[in-house]
């Protein structure tokens, strides 16, 4: 059974960055959309970043500017690159793939999640 495994993460200072990555765990058919989404302490899961197997991206108004997603579709891999990192930046990221296992079958993954702590 796919699953997405993500890496990366940690505990920062404030100004600081940090970079996360996510690749399915094993062969896939296709990955169409992959992102990022993130639950800050006590709040909802909330959107960070999108991208499109055609690089379209799309981004959270609190990220703009700070934030960069992109992918490797030869290794179906997603990468965030967090830069100017804020305390409000602390959360649980989890990682998100809309994903063709096989040719046959498609659906929503999620990777299991990854603590990242900005102190100011």
């Known amino acids: 059974q796919v699953q997405l495994v993500g890496s990366g993460g940690g505990s920062v200072q404030a100004g600081g960055s940090l970079r996360l990555s996510c690749a399915p765990s094993?062969?896939?058919?296709?990955?169409?959309?992959m992102g990022w989404y993130r639950q800050p302490p006590g709040k909802q899961r909330e959107l960070v970043a999108t991208?499109?197997?055609?690089?379209?991206?799309n981004y959270a108004d609190s990220v703009k500017g700070r934030f960069t997603i992109s992918r490797d579709n030869a290794k179906n891999t997603v990468y965030l690159q967090m830069n100017s990192l804020k305390p409000e930046d602390t959360a649980v990221y989890y990682c998100y793939a809309n994903l063709w296992p096989t040719a046959w079958k498609t659906g929503d993954y999620w990777g299991q999640g990854t603590q990242v702590t900005v102190s100011s």
């Open positions: 991208v499109t197997s055609g690089g379209s991206t």
């Open positions: 094993g062969s896939i058919y296709r990955a169409n959309a």
